[in-house]
DNA sequence: AGCACGCCGACT
DNA sequence: GTCGGCGTGCTC
């Protein structure tokens, strides 16, 4: 029996390879290119792989392709082929990992118009077409708009304007007769370019990394740029993508999500002068689709983005940068889990040409990869203009009489410094009023019916909420248990310490910047501009705080309880907690003012926070891969995390102790395998949460188990039963 | 992932 | 007697 000649496609689904269909008539699509596909009942997007196979099935199984949905296809050679790398390392479905960095507008099926404009215009046959229309008033009136719009032709506003809402069926008409012309065109919401701005002079060191940048521009080269913030990274950035334009190639520059401001995209477009545009969450997804086909026809020259920009298809990609390499946020967090970061890098590689990461508190990970040789080092040591380093102060609370949390050696630098006319900026990592509500009669203490933690008083807002499901209550008057009015509310967040500090220094304004105050659109903008006013010197928030903001005034930074990060349950939260201050530090004493940092702790003797002290972040660094090399932890050792919930405990344990049987068999003596585990928040928003560590010192041995573990872990019985889902590089072990 | 098929409880 | 609960299995 002869095989089918099939084309296979990459569908949604929890495949681990493609599916075939039966080929359409016509000339082959080229892979890439998206069809409609009959799935199991449905109608899906899928991305044609391979049009020359045979298939294994039988023909009776087979079922035809529907459609073809692209004439250029989505996804460029280079960009299925880092679809796949990425599959096979995180491994993922590659359906998923496709169907996840396609934009929103074009993984369903339906119209793909969406960010195309679409613009009608007359043709010869149309301008002399009238005589037929006589018994088509409604064609004969759009005809004669289009007759006057001339080779500017209309679009659907056009229309609209010139004859009401009712003219897409006489319009289609037309077209249909060869009166009119339909076309496609690309709305671009490319930034100004007016006001182009010239670069200042660089300092020596920008000037040499620059230029090491430039001189690697056409083949793969990793950098790692580090300079303390103020250090002027964005100019060597600038400097790098100007280069790069100048071969007349595209720059894609990946930002954090919270990074991505109008005021960096508009000092891109007006020192580049030429088209930049932004790709970031809140752009509606037609708008989107316009800057990604802008992107993939060349026409944005530079691409901004924070981390699914990571796969904009960009024909003449000359340089990708990568600024705050260490943040977080380049790790997507749920479905397929991978980091632009480090995908950045196999971009690069494969595509032959550089890769800058920049950070003033590089990842450790960064950090191993420049001793190993593999990133070459460039460092950014002084700061722009006249600024001063802060003065980095440990300040021990054991014995301190605390108001709200605050030392009294706290709270006079606080006092001296608003005297002086400066500004504060004071960091409390835990957002509503107080974390805990307790009864001092009973004892109860308010939790959550549905996660393993304690619902956290906003006074307010007088609610109860549950940080972790966001489930919430009236704040009650009186203990709920025993009735009595003795309720307490114990320890302090932004909004309690918001509220002491408004009694005590009103007169000098504050600002309380958290997720709480800046949910409203706007509402960050607002509080930043009182911040630049000096309408609020005191400015108290959570990490939102640190990042990417310059308070010029600044010139006192507080932590309030370093000992959170120190004694994290994570393994990465001392490390995160180091740059937080480094980069919070970085944001004191700007200008004349030379700027102090108080760092609140119980534990002054910390070996980490000592070294952080008095050798800067390098001495954090040394101690910090001190102690993972000990564990065996990242970047020294590899981590895999599955992870498993289910209504019940048991049923998320039981998928897990499953998991480590098949390893076991699996047999890889450098594989080391932790749990299954209870995950650290055991129970949240109702689901157990089961966790499964598999660790190795080299990634070989780790990612051999991983492709056997993984299609074996789908056909279990107890997979059914729970959801899972496994993270390679876990940011966190929460 | 979705969605259909398939056997056991409270309802028009 | 049905509507529907979600366990099980499949999707080229």
Not at 101 to 124: E, H, K, N
Not at 640 to 652: F, Q, V
Request: glycine share 10%.
């Amino acid at each position: 029996m002869s095989k089918t000649p099939v084309w296979r496609v990459a569908v949604p689904g929890p495949f681990a390879g493609p599916l075939d269909y039966l080929p359409l008539p016509h000339e082959a699509p080229p892979p890439g290119a998206r069809l409609e596909v009959p799935l199991g009942g449905r109608r899906v997007v899928g991305v044609l792989l391979d049009t020359g196979a045979l298939s294994e099935l039988p023909a009776s199984r087979l079922k035809p392709v529907r459609a073809v949905l692209d004439r250029e296809p989505s996804l460029t050679p280079e960009l299925l082929a880092l679809a796949r790398w990425a599959a096979d390392y995180y491994h993922h479905p590659l359906g998923e990992v496709i169907a996840a960095l396609l934009p929103v507008a074009l993984r369903a099926v339906g119209d793909s118009a969406a960010g195309q404009r679409q613009r009608w215009r007359i043709t010869d046959a149309g301008r002399g077409g009238a005589e037929a229309l006589k018994r088509a008033p409604r064609q004969a009136h759009a005809l004669r708009a289009l007759r006057a719009a001339d080779a500017a032709g209309l679009d659907a506003d056009g229309f609209d304007a010139e004859l009401g809402g009712d003219w897409p069926t006489p319009v289609r008409a037309l077209v249909a007769r060869g009166f009119a012309t339909r076309e496609l065109e690309d709305v671009v919401p490319l930034a100004p370019t007016s006001a182009r701005t010239v670069a200042p002079p660089l300092n020596a060191a920008q000037q040499d990394a620059a230029t090491r940048i430039t001189q690697a521009l056409g083949g793969y080269a990793a950098f790692l740029l580090d300079g303390v913030t103020g250090s002027g990274k964005t100019e060597v950035y600038l400097a790098a993508v100007e280069a790069t334009l100048a071969r007349g190639q595209q720059a894609l520059v990946l930002v954090p999500e919270i990074g991505l401001t109008p005021q960096v995209v508009a000092r891109f477009a007006a020192r580049c002068a030429v088209p930049v545009v932004a790709l970031h969450s809140g752009l509606a997804d037609g708008e989107r689709l316009a800057a990604w086909r802008a992107a993939r026809a060349g026409h944005a020259r530079v691409v901004l983005g924070t981390r699914s920009a990571l796969w904009t298809p960009l024909p003449a990609l000359g340089l990708i940068i990568v600024d705050e390499e260490h943040d977080a946020s380049y790790k997507q967090q749920e479905g397929f889990r991978y980091s632009a970061r480090d995908l950045a890098l196999v971009r690069a590689q494969r595509a032959g040409l550089p890769v800058v990461l920049g950070s003033a508190t590089p990842a450790l990970e960064s950090l191993v990869n420049v001793e190993a040789g593999r990133y070459t080092r460039l460092v950014l040591p002084e700061r722009a203009g006249k600024a001063r380093h802060p003065r980095l102060e440990l300040v021990d609370l054991r014995g301190r009489k605390l108001q709200e949390g605050l030392s009294p050696h706290f709270i006079a630098r606080l006092d001296a410094q608003l005297a002086s006319g400066g500004q504060a900026l004071i960091f409390l990592n835990r957002r509503g009023y107080a974390p805990t509500l307790t009864c001092h009669a009973c004892g109860f203490i308010a939790g959550c019916l549905r996660c393993d933690a304690r619902l956290v008083a906003h006074k307010r807002h007088g609610e109860l909420r549950c940080h972790h499901c966001g489930s919430q209550q009236r704040l009650p008057e009186r203990c709920p248990a025993c009735q009595a009015d003795e309720l307490l509310l114990a320890g302090r967040g932004t909004e309690r310490l918001e509220e002491w500090l408004l009694e005590r220094y009103a007169a000098h304004g504050v600002a309380r910047i958290d997720r709480d105050t800046t949910r409203r659109k706007g509402a960050l903008d607002d509080l930043l501009a009182d911040a630049h006013s000096g309408r609020a010197r005191l400015l108290v928030g959570t990490q939102m705080l640190a990042k990417g903001h310059d308070f010029p005034e600044v010139g006192l930074v507080g932590i309030v309880e370093a000992d959170h990060g120190l004694f994290g349950v994570d393994f990465r939260a001392a490390e995160r907690m180091a740059q937080l201050i480094v980069q919070v530090a970085g944001r004191a004493g700007r200008a004349e003012r030379p700027g102090e940092v108080l760092i609140q702790t119980r534990h002054p003797e910390h070996a980490l926070l000592r070294r952080l002290l008095t050798e800067g972040y390098a001495g954090f660094v040394a101690e910090a891969l001190a102690e993972r090399r000990a564990a065996g932890f990242p970047p020294y050792g590899h981590l895999a995390l599955l992870r498993a919930e289910a209504p019940t405990g048991a049923a998320a344990e039981a998928l897990l102790v499953a998991a480590r049987s098949v390893l076991g068999e699996v047999a890889e003596p450098a594989l080391e395998v932790l749990g299954p585990a209870p995950a650290p928040m055991e129970r949240r928003a109702g689901r157990h949460r089961w966790q499964l560590l598999l660790r190795s010192d080299a990634r070989g041995p780790l990612h051999a188990a991983l492709a056997r573990l993984m299609p074996r872990l789908r056909s279990l019985p107890e997979a059914r039963r729970a959801r899972w889902n496994l993270d390679v590089d876990p940011q966190d072990l929460g």
